[in-house]
């Protein structure tokens, strides 16, 4: 990822809007822009193994672990705007529990790059699944999409709700159920 190219881009679009790159408030904006977005999108730099970084313990629990409203702040890929929301993630161990952090690292990761919410959450689902080996994951997310409040179609009060179920939570309705339910509460 280069700064330069992206500070060279904003200033093009401060450029196309019409405005004075060079007046005193803009002045420093492009390249600002360019490290806010790099930020965003440093999803693209990690992978997996790095982020876990080991944090995998063995433990005999082989009940439901829920990591619930975990926010996040991800951009559209659509629009390059924000998405907003919150992530409840579970799983079912199966000889070994994941580090607690690494579970909303592992959302931050997914949720800093483009996205749609529809794909983020199978992503979160996977990568969960793929470092605890589980009997099962579940991660549903919550979001509100400026794309759709501050442009568009121009709705504030509409929520997405997505989600994906892996093993256990896929195949038992009562485990699934149990999950709902204490995402509820
Ligand atoms: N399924 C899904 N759709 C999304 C997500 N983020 C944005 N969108 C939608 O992507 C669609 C893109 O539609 P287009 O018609 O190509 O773009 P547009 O003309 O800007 O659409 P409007 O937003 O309706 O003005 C819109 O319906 C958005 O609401 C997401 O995470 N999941
Ligand atoms: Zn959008």
Redesign the pocket.
């Known amino acids: 990822m280069s700064i330069d190219d992206m500070t060279a881009s904003f200033e093009q679009i401060i450029r196309s809007v019409g405005e004075d790159v060079t007046r005193d408030g803009l002045e420093k904006t492009p390249e600002r822009a360019a490290q806010a977005f790099a930020f965003l999108t440093e999803g693209y730099n990690q992978n997996l193994q790095e982020l876990v970084n080991g944090a995998i313990f063995p433990s005999d629990n082989d009940e439901m672990v829920i990591v619930r409203d975990v926010e996040f702040y991800s951009l ?1 890929e ?2 390059l705007l924000p ?1 907003i929301g919150r992530a409840n993630v579970a799983y079912i161990p199966n000889g070994k529990v994941i580090g607690l952090s690494k579970i909303a690292r592992i959302i931050d990761m997914y949720a800093r790059r483009f996205q ?3 794909n983020m959450t199978k992503e979160i689902a996977d990568a969960v699944m793929s470092v605890t080996d589980a009997k099962g994951v579940a991660v549903h997310i919550t979001a509100n ?1 400026l ?2 409040m501050m442009r ?2 121009g709705k504030q009060n509409s929520s997405m709700s997505t989600s994906v179920m892996l093993g256990t939570f896929r195949d038992s309705q009562p485990t699934r159920n149990e999950f709902l339910q204490l995402i509820r509460g």
Request: proline share 0%; net charge negative.
């Open positions: 559209c659509h629009h998405f749609i919410q529809e999409h794309c759709m568009g179609v």
